[in-house]
């Protein structure tokens, strides 16, 4: 790896930006850790990205180059960047000064994440955010070199990119990507030598599902370290069956693509099911009612807004300087949006959601408003409304909300769910689709989604 990306450093320095095309590759590994030693901050793109959502990414991002494996089969919207292939057996040595030559505040990543409305922002993570995290992560679940991970995330996000790839890099250790996730591959990796498996509440479930048939997982998943999930919440029915067949705890973490990672159960602490654990080292947390008053009581009642402080948080949005100071109180605490408890021993338990325009599916953040957008480009629209609703596989399962323009032929689900998979990404479809004759709307016109069944 060291003589891989150290080669690609070298035609790295000095590039500005450069774009990631984030299949769950080796490439995607050396891309990352080459722009890192070259001081290059990195932009990953979901490779599964629609044909709308890649343009406002690359016109805020401005990549001055996008590093792709050979061969990778790229749409005509990032045909403009110019490509340089990546050479995961090239030789080269790491830059001299590639340990001291850079800044901590210097950004790593730019990682795009959806917002409420408008198309996704850019959260700028510096060096130190990465390093962090990461060195918090190692105190709490015991991690060093001793350790391989295994595991199936996109590397386009920070779950599967920061902690899953640079995570094991950082500590020295070994990483295992599954490539596709499913129970076959789990049961191998564990059997191989993993000692940590790393995944989204989806996945667990689907491990939970696959466990009273299957022996051999049920032993893989019994002889880990450690089992963690995060993303999104896992829930207690699926932590106690997995719990019941294997022995095993899961152990969840609570983090953002802005703040990476805020709480955790420690390796050595009690992972309670529907708790995600305590702050980390260095991280400052704190639960806020409406009118901005602290809620002090660890009563696991009293219910505040997360706020977070501290040096795993991100710089900014990219290019938004008014995102970036609506997302932080005066005092310079983030706004997590995430509503929680605490429990007398302080760990947290969050219990829903700010806002009624995102929706969790699968681990991914979605944004309603880029899914009503896309939908109103469909002559069959004439209105539309995004919740989320539960599903126990992805967690919260997209819901589109269509007043059809004609109601004698209404659009069926399958049209609008290949037109947003196309437009943006597959896990942006709507799972359910939902007619009605008018929108429900307050006296501003506002569509009122709670009264749509969203939010917690
Ligand atoms: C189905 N497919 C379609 C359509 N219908 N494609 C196009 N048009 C359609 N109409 C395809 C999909 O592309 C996919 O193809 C396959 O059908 C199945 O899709 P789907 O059911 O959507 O997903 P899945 O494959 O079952 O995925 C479940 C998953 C996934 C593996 C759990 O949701 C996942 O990887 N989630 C991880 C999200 C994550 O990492 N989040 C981290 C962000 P194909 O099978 O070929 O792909 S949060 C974060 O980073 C913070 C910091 C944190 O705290 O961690
Ligand atoms: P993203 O913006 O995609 O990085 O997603 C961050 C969001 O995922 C957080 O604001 C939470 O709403 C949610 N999240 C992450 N980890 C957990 C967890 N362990 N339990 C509940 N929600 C989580």
């Known amino acids: 790896l060291a003589a891989a990306s150290g080669a690609l450093a070298a035609r790295l320095r000095g590039a500005g930006r450069v774009a990631v095309w984030a299949t769950p590759e080796l ?25 709308r959502e890649l343009a406002p990414i690359l016109a805020d991002s401005a990549p001055s180059l996008l590093l792709a494996a050979p061969g990778a089969e ?30 901590d505040e210097d950004p790593a990543l730019v990682v795009y994440t959806s917002g409420t409305t408008g198309p996704p922002k850019g959260a700028v993570l510096p060096r130190r955010a990465l390093t962090t995290t990461l060195d918090a992560l190692a105190d709490a679940w015991q991690w060093t070199g001793d350790d391989v991970l295994t595991h199936a995330l996109p590397l386009f996000h920070v779950h599967g990119l920061v902690l899953g790839v640079l995570g094991p890099l950082r500590h020295g250790g070994e990483v295992r990507h599954l490539g596709r996730f499913g129970p076959e591959g789990v049961t191998r990796a564990l059997d191989s030598g993993a000692t940590m498996l790393f995944g989204v509440p989806t996945m667990y479930h689907r491990l939970a599902e696959a466990l009273p048939g299957d022996l051999e997982l049920a032993k893989a998943l019994a002889g880990a370290r450690l089992l963690v999930s995060g ?3 896992l829930p207690v029915h699926d932590h106690e069956r997995i719990a019941a067949a294997t022995g095993r705890r899961v152990l969840e ?20 099911p529907g708790t995600v654990g305590v702050p980390l080292p260095g991280v400052e947390l704190r639960l806020v009612e409406d009118d901005g008053t602290e809620v002090t009581a660890l009563d696991g009642e009293s219910v505040g807004e997360i706020q977070v402080r501290g040096p795993n948080l991100f710089t900014g949005y990219l290019n938004r300087p008014d995102a970036t100071a609506a997302a932080f109180t005066a005092d310079g605490w983030f706004r997590t949006g995430d509503v929680a408890v605490r429990e007398a021993d302080g760990y947290v338990r969050i219990v829903g959601r700010k806002a009624t ?86 006296d501003m016109g506002k569509v009122m989604k709670r009264s749509l069944g969203a939010g917690s």
């Open 357 to 442: 325009d995102l929706v969790k599916s699968g681990g991914y953040k979605i944004g309603a408003g880029e899914i009503e957008n896309a939908l109103l480009e469909l002559d069959s629209v004439r209105e539309a409304a995004v919740t989320g609703e539960p599903d126990p596989d992805l967690g919260e399962r997209v819901v589109a909300w269509v007043v059809p323009a004609d109601p004698q032929s209404p659009p069926s689900l399958e049209e609008l769910a290949s037109h947003v998979a196309r437009r943006l990404a597959p896990h942006k479809r709507p799972r359910v689709l939902r007619l009605l004759s008018a929108l429900p709307r307050n």
């Open 231 to 233: 993303s999104a919440a």
């Open 27 to 51: 490439e995607t590994a050396v891309a990352v850790t080459g722009a890192l030693l070259a001081g290059v901050a990195a932009v990953p793109l979901n490779p599964k990205s629609g044909e």
């Open 253 to 272: 973490r609570y983090g953002m693509t802005e703040t990476l990672m805020n709480t955790s159960v420690r390796a050595d602490g009690e992972a309670r």
């Open 74 to 103: 790229l749409p005509p919207g990032v045909r403009d960047v110019p490509l340089l292939e990546v050479d995961a057996y090239a030789t080269g040595t790491v830059p001299e000064d590639a340990y001291g030559a850079y800044d």
